[in-house]
């Protein structure tokens, strides 16, 4: 079989670690190589899955180093890019902004210009070996900024990015958009709501709420607990990157988003009724929630309307919140106590 090499960044991380085995499961055609520089938000293990899968290679290495990336792209002929690496924790962004800077925008840029140079002769002229090669970049919809408590965020909202995360995440997007419209390369962008499933680093907000109510933490959420959050399960998102990678209308953006709308205060409520029944404690779970001083800048409410990814590409969620956050539950059950509940 003639396989084509897909180079994924950042697949250690949470999404990229759930994308992997659903991908190399699903086609034969690929041959896979995972570049990660394994910084603290990416974790080998979660690959355990697919370590011995010979459509599969693991890369340690930092897409910010040029020369590096487009010696990658010339040694392993890297034919389609799925660029999930990112750094994307908005508190870190408040403490370091200038490694978001970093990876975010610099190293999406070495990225599009080992692809340019690679697959390209001249602007809008692709090499024969390279006509199909297409650039799939993963973005968030914090580019879009805050939503009062209505409407919703679609491909033609503009960009208003409140973080140094987002701001960084909306420069990346431009210059995946600038390759396109400059160099006529085959790109192709999607914006997805919260994630939350398995494998996610211990930090966020639902894992976070898991791991310290079953050590009997306190259970800390910003403000008031009436930010907005769109949730979509992971694995919902990876069935939809896969559709618009191969079915995607080049140049196109595609908005990605779960129709899941709630509260943080209304998560922690739903984890603790849910360990209020798996796990019981003499005291409810609920009374470990804290509120705590709010996140500066913090964005009121992300919602997302996937009309377009819908209509155009035949995705939606299979996943509602309700049974979503049962398996994500499950998962962390297992991981932090060693043992799954019934």
């Not at 899955?49 to 180093?65: A, R, T, V």
Request: hydrophobic content about 35%; charged content about 20%.
């Amino acid at each position: 079989m003639n396989q084509e090499t897909v180079l994924v960044t950042g697949g250690a991380g949470f999404i990229g670690s759930n994308f992997l085995p659903f991908f190399l499961e699903r086609y034969n055609k690929y041959h896979v190589i995972n570049l990660d520089s394994l910084t603290y938000a990416g974790d080998i293990k979660n690959l355990s899955e697919i370590e011995d899968n010979e459509n599969y290679q693991f890369i340690k290495g930092d897409i910010c180093e040029k020369n590096f990336v487009l010696e990658l792209f010339r040694k392993y002929n890297i034919k389609h890019v799925i660029h999930f690496a990112a750094e994307s924790h908005v508190d870190n962004s408040i403490k370091n902004p200038l490694a978001f800077a970093e990876t975010n925008v610099m190293g999406t840029l070495n990225l599009l210009e080992a692809a340019r140079k690679s697959w390209m002769d001249q602007p809008f002229q692709y090499k024969e070996a390279y006509k199909n090669s297409r650039f799939h970049h993963i973005s968030t919809d914090e580019v879009y900024g805050t939503l009062g408590k209505e409407g919703f965020f679609t491909e033609s909202t503009s960009f208003a990015p409140n973080s140094p995360y987002s701001a960084s995440k909306a420069g990346s997007d431009l210059l995946v958009r600038s390759y396109y419209h400059t160099y006529g390369l085959n790109v192709i962008t999607t914006n997805c709501s919260n994630n939350y499933g398995p494998k996610q680093h211990d930090e966020k907000l639902i894992p976070t709420i898991i791991r310290r109510a079953i050590s009997g933490e306190i259970i800390p959420i910003y403000g008031n607990g009436q930010n907005i959050r769109d949730w979509l399960y992971v694995l919902d998102h990876c069935k939809a990157i896969d559709i618009a990678f191969h079915k995607g209308i080049s140049g196109e953006t595609y908005l990605i988003g779960g129709h899941n709308e709630i509260t943080n205060l209304k998560i922690a409520e739903t984890i603790c009724n849910i360990l209020d029944q798996k796990v019981p404690r003499k005291t409810s779970y609920h009374s470990l929630i804290t509120f705590v001083e709010d996140r500066p800048g913090h964005d009121y409410r992300y919602a997302i309307n996937p009309a377009k990814i819908t209509s155009e590409l035949n995705w939606k969620a299979d996943e509602t919140f309700e049974t979503g956050i049962l398996k994500t539950i499950e998962w962390y059950l297992d991981k932090y106590l060693g043992e799954g509940t019934n």
